[in-house]
């Protein structure tokens, strides 16, 4: 009597099994670094509605919105802001009568999330504020 009683699996079936984990977890890669882009987009606008509160409870304290993105909570949300990356927030005021805060997406670097004291809040192509309001 021959018993062949071998148990387990053969070597090309253990590479086609690897092979698909492989094409798998690749696949979950690439569709993940689209919301990471995504929740760095959210952090952004969230970053920049919260430079807008900070803007108006600076100007409560001091009459101006001079330089509310120099200290306190102001050059903290800059600076956490800018962190997430891209390039640097752009935060500008003018004599103290207004701001304009813009910063590029991560996800599409030519959009920008613009607010400003005039309660304007949009996405824009435009790099700049111009005379102190969103493009």
Do not use: W
Not at 74 to 80: E, M, P, R
Not at 96 to 116: M, P, R
């Amino acid at each position: 009597m021959n018993f062949n009683n071998k148990k387990g699996f053969t070597l090309i079936e253990l590479l086609v099994v690897i092979a698909i984990i492989g094409i798998l977890s690749g696949l979950i890669i690439v569709s993940m670094s689209g919301a990471q882009n995504s929740a760095k987009d959210a952090n952004i606008k969230a970053y920049v509605d919260q430079m807008r509160a900070a803007a108006q409870v600076f100007y409560a304290n001091n009459s101006t919105y001079l330089n509310f993105d120099a200290s306190g909570d102001g050059l903290i949300l800059k600076n956490a802001m800018n962190a997430v990356g891209g390039t640097a927030g752009v935060v500008y005021t003018t004599g103290g009568t207004g701001y304009c805060i813009s910063k590029e997406l991560i996800s599409n670097a030519a959009i920008h999330y613009c607010v400003d004291s005039a309660g304007t809040v949009k996405q824009s192509a435009a790099t700049d504020c111009v005379a102190l309001t969103c493009p």
